[in-house]
């Protein structure tokens, strides 16, 4: 009798101590659907925030109203914000190592989906009906060919930010511009005359030409900000990253550089808290970002009095003048716990949203939720985004700017490239520059080829 | 003969029954420990993002690369300087506490302890936050040195202010912890061997040097133990304010673990740098244990 109670008591303790472990049930985001009773359930992941949840949850509400079948089941989508462990991408990582990951998500940018697409755990899609009716209905044209991983596609490009430059309007007009620069020639006038006129600046509270503490971080994106813009701009759209070389431009990468360094003290490494939500807005320029806009709005800055968005001055009139693109889209997982029905599910449910009858609304409701732009070459043209685009210029600048903006070069190593191009080359640069006066431009070619020469071995390139 | 046989069965029996009730730790120590831990040194033997299908074996090559990684090296020199700052600061501050608090009248003896231990409770990221506001450009702080005595610093450019920072932080934050510990270890010292110390003609500084701090030294090494591991996992505030930089000035193991495996997919290889952490920490404790035995035999009680 001891012996049966003794066995009993510590079967006990060891069921309590892993009760914790169990899954709390349908709700608990660990399974990506299944098939029952004919019923197909497809899980979506959306962007682990408010507003990208509440437009993904509301069509997956009306797409479940539609009943469609697959295989004779009816498939019912439900939405789950991507789990915050440190990261999107770190939460899909682990759903995926886990056998818990969704039939799709949203919030992929491309150097990921490279990653997932090298590891098979997506889904080609370029010759998926699906893909090629939504790339058609949504006039995506040529938007998605920078999506492409050796002719393959393996995402649905959803929204694009082309961030440009934000310039503080009423800085500018007390120093006699009444636009931002448009040529180098005039950024370097603009500089000029901040450094000529610091005393009057200082009494409209504009403390610096630039917050620059993000130059001095170290993360591997930041590149998009500081480097991406301006090296498209000054190589007229060069790439400096392929597969297996590093074809950075040395020339372009110094000038960049020294696009910084021109600003010698007038730019603040110190750490800026909310420049462009004071009432007196402390900078000249700034990175110009869409996701901010929102905030700049609730602040009561309004466009083209307050602040006004401007690509990167260009070496010579006539140029084109680049953006930085960040762009994130939809992608399909292939994993242990996706079966094809699930699959084709998550795939009836995107082609819904953006068939030919649904997807301006789906863009529109997108734009009204987020202000984000969706990718669409059309977006400037479509009747049905002319309302909300009169009504925000700064939106409808973006939208201009759509097929100028440029990703970061997409491979698994890009990020350890960029990280070192801060370690070794911008980061020295910029400290050692802002002890400059202002357009006594430090030489930035040393900096530069140390730049290189870490970049070659981050990424282990030719 | 006879005779052996039922004390061998209840031998048994009792190491049996012995064994079923250490059964629920057992499997705690197989499935949460032992089981990962293998998995943790086969994982760090792979070039594998945990996604792909596809894993290579590597043997050693990720531990022959992290002696050769800069971030790495950066990251383990950086621990000693925050073991060094951390735990030396926090004890003194805890000393200083517990010592305040232990002059403190009785009745608000309490709530003083509750006070001072009030910056452990708070999270880590609203006292980044509140820090990264602090020193920033337009902060109060900043404005009164740039105004009044004319200084202005760039807290998060200098490698050395960078890394004051986060240690004023964190000592900030575990110095009212580890007062609790150094103000009960006081309180429990007898009257008598302070009456005895009095009578022989110690008191102040002497009485503390040679009667209180040795027979503290049990909760000390308890308290160097704690702030070592603390110290080594620093986390929480290089990632919100530095992002380990400048340069490399205050990143740490857990920050590079944290970026090679999860920014940078390159699971094996973050593996390995977890695994030489874990070493670390282990060989830093076991020296703290041998040192701190030592000097407990000599002067302890």
């Known amino acids: ?462 | 003969m006879d005779r052996k046989k039922p004390k061998k069965l209840q031998y048994a029996r009792e190491t049996a029954a012995g064994f079923l009730f250490c059964s629920p730790y057992i499997v705690f120590f197989l499935v949460l420990f032992l089981i990962p831990l293998i998995w943790a040194f086969w994982l760090s033997a792979m070039n594998w993002n945990l996604m792909s299908p596809n894993r290579e074996f590597v043997g050693l090559q990720n531990f022959l690369n992290a002696f050769r990684d800069k971030k790495v090296l950066a990251a383990f020199k950086n621990s000693w300087k925050y073991f060094i700052c951390v735990v030396s600061f926090s004890l003194i501050g805890g000393l200083v506490i517990a010592l305040l608090v232990n002059r403190m009248p009785m009745r608000v003896r309490g709530i003083g302890s509750v006070l001072f231990f009030i910056p452990y409770l708070t999270s880590g990221v609203a006292v980044s936050v509140m820090t990264k506001y602090l020193f920033s450009y337009n902060s109060i702080l900043n404005t009164f040195l740039r105004e009044k005595l004319n200084i202005g610093i760039n807290w998060f450019i200098n490698p050395t202010s960078a890394f004051a920072v986060i240690i004023i932080m964190i000592v900030w934050k575990l110095s009212g912890y580890y007062a609790l510990y150094l103000t009960a270890a006081m309180q429990g010292i007898s009257a008598d061997v302070k009456e005895a110390a009095e009578l022989d003609g110690s008191t102040g500084i002497h009485r503390f040097f040679h009667i209180t701090l040795p027979m503290m030294l049990p909760t000390i090494t308890t308290i160097l133990t704690l702030a070592a591991g603390t110290s080594l996992g620093v986390y929480t505030e290089p990632f919100l304010l530095t992002e380990g930089g400048p340069g490399n000035a205050t990143t740490t193991w857990t920050l590079e673990i944290y970026y090679r495996a999860f920014t940078r997919f390159d699971s094996g290889y973050g593996t390995a740098m977890a695994i030489l952490f874990a070493i670390q920490i282990f060989v830093t404790i076991r020296i703290i244990n041998t040192v701190m035995r030592k000097l407990n035999q000599k002067y302890g009680c």
């Open chain 1, 1 to 462: 009798m001891k012996r049966i109670i003794s066995a009993v008591l510590a079967l006990v303790l060891c069921l309590a101590l892993f009760a914790g472990c169990g899954s709390s049930g349908s709700n608990s985001g660990s399974s990506s659907g299944s098939n029952s009773g004919g019923t197909l359930n497809v899980l979506f992941w959306s962007a682990p925030n408010q507003n990208q949840f509440d437009y993904w949850l509301s069509k997956a509400e009306a797409f479940n109203a539609t009943k469609t079948e697959y295989n004779g089941k009816v498939i019912q989508v439900t939405v789950e914000m991507t789990p915050e462990t440190d990261s999107s991408e770190a939460a899909i990582q682990n759903a995926i190592a886990t056998g818990t990951v969704p039939a799709a998500s949203e919030n992929i940018n491309s150097t990921f989906m490279r990653i997932l697409a090298e590891s098979s755990a997506i889904y080609e899609l370029q010759d998926e009906p699906v893909y090629q009716q939504i790339v058609k209905d949504r006039v995506m044209g040529s938007t998605v060919d920078g999506w492409a991983i050796d002719g393959k596609q393996y995402v649905i490009p959803l929204y694009i930010n082309s961030v440009s430059l934000v310039w503080n309007v009423k800085a500018l007009a007390a120093l006699g511009f009444d636009a931002p620069p448009v040529t180098m020639e005039d950024y370097y006038d603009v500089i000029r005359a901040y450094k000529d006129n610091q005393d009057k600046m200082e009494q409209m509270g504009v403390i610096a030409m630039l917050p620059g503490a993000r130059l001095l971080k170290g993360s591997g994106y930041q590149c998009g900000y500081d480097f991406q813009m301006q090296y498209s701009t000054f190589t007229q759209g060069g790439t400096w990253l392929t597969e297996d070389a590093l074809t950075v431009d040395r020339d372009a990468m110094i000038k960049t550089m020294e696009f910084w360094g021109a600003l010698g003290s007038t730019a603040q490494l110190n750490a800026i808290d909310s420049p462009w939500t004071q009432e007196n807005i402390p900078v000249l320029f700034d990175i110009g970002k869409p996701w901010d806009l929102s905030a700049y709005t609730e602040a009561g800055k309004v466009y083209g009095e307050d602040y006004v968005f401007a690509t990167t001055p260009v070496e010579k009139a006539g140029d084109q003048a680049y953006c930085y693109a960040d762009t994130k889209g939809i992608t399909f997982y292939k994993a242990s716990n996706i079966t094809e029905e699930l699959h084709q599910g998550a795939l009836a449910f995107i082609g819904w949203v953006y068939n030919a009858e649904n997807a301006a609304q789906s863009d529109l409701d997108w734009i009204k939720a987020t202000a984000m732009l969706p990718v669409r070459a059309d977006i400037s043209e479509n009747a049905a985004f002319a309302d909300i685009l009169a009504g925000n210029p700064a939106l409808a600048y973006f939208g201009s700017n759509i097929t100028n903006a440029v990703q970061l070069p997409a491979f698994s190593f890009t990020d350890d490239v960029n990280v070192a191009f801060r370690a070794e080359g911008l980061i020295p640069y910029i400290t050692e520059a802002v002890t400059h006066e202002a357009l006594d431009t430090l030489d930035a070619s040393a900096y530069a080829d140390a730049a290189i020469a870490a970049m070659k071995e981050a990424g282990k390139l030719n």
